[in-house]
């Protein structure tokens, strides 16, 4: 008769501690909207200084102004897109059952 | 989201306009005695990658000078206001098509965004 | 800023062909009057164009430089012919002096004439450029839709 071997269980991983979990996948996110947030100031910034140099009669173009205005105008609406994306996919995450 | 395409565009229309002021300054002054047709050289400038700096004007060699040392030839601007005209209409249209293509990119064919 | 400044410089070109205009016209109808108000003949008038930098129309409010590539126009002066009147024999002439001869202006209209033609051209040179730079900035705009 062969010899009854204890069972096995397979190797599963260390359960991660909730705050890690949450950690790294917190900063990650954050990062993501933080360089994001980062990229629309900046554009809206140079916008408004293009602006500001043609009303007082700067050499910046009519197009030009208009130019980066419609730019920093896009690159809002871009990261409005990646935030609603962004915070949908965490919270489908948040909701999954584990 | 100013890719190089939209800088380019953006750089050839601020040229043809530095151009445009320059024909238009010189039709009034086609009966100014002494005063000397002036331009920008288009296609080097266009080539210059210093996008910041203003173009450099030059006068034009090669017009028939009048007896009060005018030499505005008025066909010659009929010619390129008609000509930067036309220029500044093609790429305007070009730089709206980007940008209403990079707006559709972003809603996603959504209209309601 | 620079295509409002290119408006400024076609106007002044519009307004100086205008002035030059309105003194050919005074030439021409002035070609045979040997009786002024200050006495003699007409004395044929001249214009003389001269370049001028214009300032974009904002630069009074908000104090810019004036445009380097912006170059107007304006009639520096008017110059009124000093020398002496031509003198033309016509003896029946109530100007006609004691031997005869009557001052006359020193006018060709056919030659004045010739420069009111160009003076118009180059008005409507003026005016297809400022409509071409208005059909310019009105693009510029329409890159918002």
Do not use: C, W
């Not at chain 1, 397979?10 to 996110?29: D, H, I, K, R």
């Not at chain 1, 140099?53 to 609406?77: K, R, V």
């Not at chain 3, 002066?77 to 020193?106: C, F, N």
């Amino acid at each position: 008769m062969t010899p009854i071997s204890p069972i096995r269980l397979p190797n599963l991983p260390e359960p991660l501690a909730s705050s890690g979990v949450a950690g790294s996948a917190g900063s990650s996110f954050g990062n993501l909207l933080h360089s994001a947030i980062q990229h629309v100031e900046a554009s809206s910034a140079s916008a408004d200084a293009a602006v500001k140099n043609y009303i007082s009669g700067g050499p910046q173009e009519l197009h030009s102004t208009i130019l980066a205005t419609q730019s920093a105008e896009l690159d809002f609406e871009m990261f409005l897109q990646v935030r609603n994306k962004v915070v949908s996919a965490y919270e489908e995450i948040m909701r999954m059952q584990v | 989201m100013l890719d190089p395409l939209s800088n380019s565009l953006d750089r050839y229309m601020t040229l043809v306009s530095v151009r445009q002021k320059l024909v238009a300054s010189n039709v009034a002054n086609a009966d100014t005695p002494g005063y000397k047709t002036q331009d920008i050289d288009f296609e080097s400038e266009l080539h210059n990658a210093a996008a910041g700096t203003s173009p450099v004007v030059n006068t034009v060699p090669g017009l028939r000078v009048k007896n009060d040392g005018n030499n505005v030839d008025l066909d010659r601007e009929a010619r390129l206001l008609a000509e930067n005209a036309l220029r500044f209409s093609v790429a305007s249209n070009l730089l709206r098509t980007q940008l209403k293509t990079v707006r559709m990119a972003i809603e996603g064919g959504s209209s309601a965004s | 800023m620079s295509l409002f400044s290119t408006i400024s410089v076609s106007a002044s070109g519009m307004t100086a062909q205008r002035q030059r205009a309105e003194v050919l016209v005074e030439n021409i109808a002035n070609a045979d009057t040997t009786r002024t108000a200050g006495g003699g003949p007409y004395r044929r008038q001249d214009v003389v164009f001269q370049s001028q930098q214009v300032s974009s129309p904002f630069s009074s409010v908000f104090q810019s430089q004036l445009d380097p590539q912006a170059t107007g126009v304006a009639i520096s002066q008017v110059v009124v012919d000093q020398s002496e009147p031509e003198r033309r024999y016509l003896p029946g002439h109530p100007d006609a002096d004691k031997d005869g001869y009557v001052a006359v202006p020193k006018v060709n209209p056919a030659e004045d004439m010739v420069d009111l033609l160009g003076a118009s051209r180059a008005y409507q040179a003026n005016v297809s450029a400022i409509s071409a730079v208005k059909d310019m900035i009105q693009r510029s705009i329409d890159l918002f839709r």
